[in-house]
């Protein structure tokens, strides 16, 4: 079966500190992978979503970037985080293929929740 | 561009008694639709999709959906509410024409349900 991993589950963090999230997912190959945000438990912001390796989609202009290594493997960072990044980040990935593209939902990780002091 | 709107911040409901979520969306070509229920400090939970064929779609903990597509709606239903199904439930929608993987999000409904 299929596993997504997403770590740290919180963390505090000072104005202008570099950020590092990861997420993983194990039990698929060549998933489209998405970072969330959510702020103050209510609506989703996508962030960003990858079809492949190397391939990331920016949706919102930020001092956030993503990374693709590997396969399985997606990474939100930021050189300098500011207040405003403090919220509730979620990965989340989806299945690809002939067929199973357009309707596969999306399975969430846990999520990080980033408190920027 | 696609774009999904939940009318309602809150939706009060006995137990026992039907409820109703409402979700809208706009989309440029076929819309796939999605429920999900997130529980304090958790990831979304998929509860059901909507991709093709029969209006009406049933998914988990007895959870329905009804698609309109003249409305563009696509609101969760339940015929009898339960205290545990109090959550923040959000109706997703992808735009299979103008992007593959792109999938938004509503801004929410917390649904509180009272004993």
């Known amino acids: 079966s299929q596993t997504i991993h997403q770590w740290p589950a919180t963390l505090v963090q000072p104005v202008g500190s570099p950020l590092s999230l990861e997420c993983t997912v194990e039990?698929?190959?060549?998933?489209?992978l998405y970072w969330y945000r959510q702020a103050a438990g209510r609506g989703l912001q996508l962030l960003f979503y990858?079809?492949?390796?190397?391939?990331i989609s920016s949706e919102v202009p930020q001092n956030l970037s993503a990374s693709r290594p590997q396969d399985r493997q997606f990474i939100l960072s930021s050189k300098k985080l500011l207040l405003s990044d403090s919220g509730f980040y979620l990965c989340?990935?989806?299945?690809?293929?002939?067929?199973?593209?357009?309707?596969?939902?999306?399975?969430f990780g846990n999520g990080t929740r980033l408190t920027v002091t | 561009a696609q774009s999904v709107a939940q009318p309602e911040d809150q939706v009060n409901v006995a137990e026992g008694n039907p409820l109703t979520v409402k979700c809208t969306y706009s989309?440029?070509?076929?819309?796939?639709l999605f429920w999900y229920v997130q529980y304090p400090n958790r990831g979304l939970q998929f509860l059901l999709k909507?991709?093709?064929?029969?209006?009406l779609v049933k998914g988990s903990y007895g959870f329905e959906a009804e698609f309109n597509k003249s409305q563009t709606s696509f609101h969760l239903k339940k015929p009898s509410a339960l205290v545990s199904d109090s959550a923040l439930y959000f109706c997703?929608?992808?735009?299979?024409?103008?992007?593959?993987?792109?999938?938004?999000f509503g801004s929410g409904t917390r649904l509180s349900i009272r004993p």
């Open positions: 039990g698929t190959s060549n998933p489209n």
């Open positions: 989309v440029s070509g076929n819309p796939y």
């Open positions: 909507y991709i093709t064929g029969d209006n």
């Open positions: 990858s079809v492949g390796i190397g391939q």
């Open positions: 989340a990935w989806s299945a690809t293929g002939q067929g199973s593209a357009g309707d596969s939902p999306l399975h």
């Open positions: 997703a929608v992808r735009d299979w024409y103008s992007s593959a993987s792109k999938i938004i």
